[in-house]
């Protein structure tokens, strides 16, 4: 691991799970490296394929094809090394042990671990060390969870949806202890299907959608790209390609009588689109879900597969 | 970095279980009392050869101690449900160290469950030589192996709303069929028993008049069971954990 530059490394992955209804194909085929130190978001809807993902860097799920590394290793050794810690997306804790107690089972399973004191200072729970984990409340239970993420003191640090089930107030706290922890040195990868949580608290996000990555950059680039607005009116007789070449529209689809327009400056648009077309009728004006938005960008990724709806993907997990 | 600690908090989390304190050791207990306190002049009780404080001794021990090991079940089913094993299978903690200290959970319970009714059942005038309770000690010990192995293999398998009832049923029903509640000399359920661990168990207490109380068909049987509920265990752990 010294010198080890990649903290992470997905050659060609691709994952899929047994479904109810036939197979689910979660991962289609990634291809992304993590540099130490990066704060990471994997960010998509649900089913784009992020949990099977993070179970696959922590070696929890072989890939059907592919290869992933580590700090140039099988997930399993950097495991068993110690170098990583994660935060699964489904989880409570054990019950019968105080917060304190916990941890220090943990830590006791790794060679290097940081002192329960820190930890627990770390994660905001010194007052809460000596209840009983069956006692917590939904956001201390994240918090005791995140301690046994980071009690080894991991290089890589993986937290899968950590945020669910958190107020506001928790939530905050949580992307403070996170910050904290990368802004000791550590690469930190997590998912999200929150595009503020990405841009607010990592360098870097990689979309998912339909398990394939649409978009990976800045986030500040990504929130550029899927900050966008559709608007959908009532246009019979306009070929798309026409309004598609409108200043302000990103891409133009026809679905029979109606016209769907993502926009990255609907203003713009609406303006001129009313004196041209002036036989547009039903418009609506929304903001791009973030789910649309994937869907969109897997579109323009992949144009000889566009995905279905989003009933496929409920299952993969 | 050892798996001592580790199964130092396994022990005090269980410790803290109150339905394995009731179960595993109040109730046999407080039996023990009921049911031996009246009949402690028998000498050969109800053709078992040995005295009723005796086998009530041996008996609800084993009773005790197959709930420690089979209720090991309950936890990793609790376990499971809550995403731990998951998560522990990304520390270090390797599976064997895992499993071991499980075991070692369960069998710390069971001496626990089974010191308490010699202590019950010394003081209601049970009295063995120190081989001979040394001797009871180990075979009760090799005969709890599949019952570790059953609560291993259950709990990776079954959810957590039906491992409850799996292994209240099982222990239960094995606990009648194999003489905890009165002696099987005969009969149907007495050919049923002796191809049960769980009869050998409670056979375990006959080394006061027999030095050999198993015999090759006993020890064929308990280890037969091991065997297989070994086997058991590791499939449900391997199917579970998807190392297959």
């Known amino acids: 691991m010294p010198g080890e530059l990649e903290a992470i490394r997905l050659e060609g992955l691709v994952k899929s799970w047994k479904g109810p209804s036939g197979p689910v194909r979660a991962v289609r085929g990634l291809d992304v490296t993590i540099a130490r130190g990066e704060t990471v978001a994997l960010l998509g809807p649900n089913g784009a394929g992020k949990s099977t993902t993070i179970d696959m860097i922590l070696g929890l799920a072989r890939p059907d094809a592919g290869h992933v590394s580590v700090f140039g290793r099988a997930p399993s050794d950097a495991v068993k090394a110690g170098l990583v810690g994660g935060m699964l997306q489904t989880g409570a804790l054990i019950r019968g042990l105080l917060v304190r107690e916990l941890v220090s089972m943990v830590a006791s399973l790794y060679p290097d671990p940081l002192d329960i004191g820190e930890v627990l200072e770390l994660a905001g729970l010194t007052d809460a060390a000596g209840q009983r984990t069956e006692k917590l409340s939904g956001g201390q239970t994240q918090r005791a969870r995140f301690a046994v993420a980071v009690v080894s003191n991991p290089e890589l640090l993986i937290l899968d949806e950590p945020t669910v089930a958190m107020d506001v107030e928790g939530r905050r706290a949580f992307w403070v202890a996170m910050r904290a922890f990368a802004a000791r040195g550590k690469t930190v990868m997590f998912a999200t299907h929150y595009l503020e949580e990405a841009d607010a608290n990592a360098d870097r996000a990689v979309l998912l959608a339909h398990g394939r990555i649409v978009a990976d950059g800045p986030t500040t680039e990504i929130k550029g790209r899927v900050g966008t607005r559709t608007i959908r009116a009532t246009l019979p007789d306009v070929a798309a390609d026409e309004l598609a070449a409108l200043a302000g529209v990103n891409s133009a689809e026809r679905h029979g009588d109606a016209v769907i327009l993502v926009c990255s400056d609907s203003d713009q648009v609406i303006r001129e689109l009313l004196p041209r077309y002036s036989a547009a009728r039903d418009i609506e004006i929304t903001g791009a879900g973030l789910e649309d938005a994937f869907v969109r960008l897997t579109g323009e990724a992949d144009d000889d597969e566009i995905p279905a709806t989003g009933t496929e993907v409920q299952s993969a997990r | ?244």
């Open chain 2, 1 to 244: 970095m050892s798996s001592a600690t580790y199964t130092r908090y396994e022990l005090l989390r269980t410790v803290r279980e109150r339905r394995l304190m009731i179960f595993g050791f109040g109730f046999p207990l407080v039996l023990y009392f009921v049911i031996a306190v009246p009949n402690r002049h028998m000498e050969d009780f109800a053709g078992s050869g040995v005295t009723a404080p005796l086998y009530y001794m041996v008996s609800l021990a084993s009773f005790g101690t197959m709930m420690s090991m089979v209720s090991l079940g309950g936890r990793i089913a609790g376990e499971r449900e809550a995403g731990w094993t998951r998560q522990l299978r990304i520390t270090p903690l390797s599976p064997r160290s895992y499993l071991r200290a499980k075991v070692m959970t369960g069998y710390t319970m069971a001496a626990l469950s089974l010191g308490l009714l010699y202590i019950a059942g010394a003081a209601l005038g049970v009295s063995l030589s120190a081989s001979e309770w040394i001797k009871t000690t180990l075979l009760i010990a090799v005969a709890l192996l599949p019952f570790a192995a059953l609560g291993i293999g259950l709990g990776h398998l079954l959810t957590v709303d039906s491992v409850g009832p799996a292994i209240g049923g099982t222990v239960s029903l094995l606990a009648l069929v194999s003489g905890t509640w009165f002696p099987v000399t005969s009969g149907f359920l007495h050919d049923l028993g002796q191809c049960l661990p769980s009869y050998w168990l409670v056979q375990a207490g006959r080394v006061s008049i027999d030095g050999q109380p198993w015999g090759a068909l006993g020890w064929a049987v308990v280890l037969g069971w091991t065997v297989v509920l070994v086997a058991f265990a590791g499939w449900a752990y391997m199917r579970d954990t998807g190392r297959v």
